[in-house]
C-alpha cells in the first residue's frame, strides 16, 4: 500500500517502509498550503476559546466549531 506525501505542494508516492525517512527528510503528510492554512485557523481558535483545539482535529472541524459560536465540553472517559 501506498503512502502519498508532500514536499513543496508536490505529491510523492512513498511504500510504507520508507515513509518514516521521508517524514524525516522534508516531507509532510498535508500540502503546505493547507498546513498554513491549519496553522492559522488553530491561532483563530486558541484566540476564541482560550485554549488550543485538539492536536487530532481536522481543518474542517475546527472551521465548523469557530462558525458554530458554541464551545464544547470535554467530557472526560468513565
Not at 503512502?3 to 508536490?10: D, R
Request: no cysteine; net charge positive.
Amino acid at each position: 500500500m501506498a503512502t502519498i506525501l508532500y514536499k513543496n505542494g508536490e505529491p510523492f508516492r512513498f511504500d510504507a517502509k520508507r515513509v518514516k525517512y521521508a517524514l524525516k527528510n522534508g516531507y509532510s503528510a498535508t500540502p503546505d498550503r493547507e498546513r498554513e492554512d491549519l496553522a492559522e485557523l488553530r491561532e483563530r481558535y486558541k484566540a476564541k476559546f482560550g485554549r488550543k483545539p485538539h492536536h487530532k482535529m481536522t481543518l474542517d472541524t475546527i472551521l465548523a466549531r469557530l462558525e458554530e459560536n458554541v464551545e464544547h465540553e470535554h467530557v472526560p472517559r468513565r
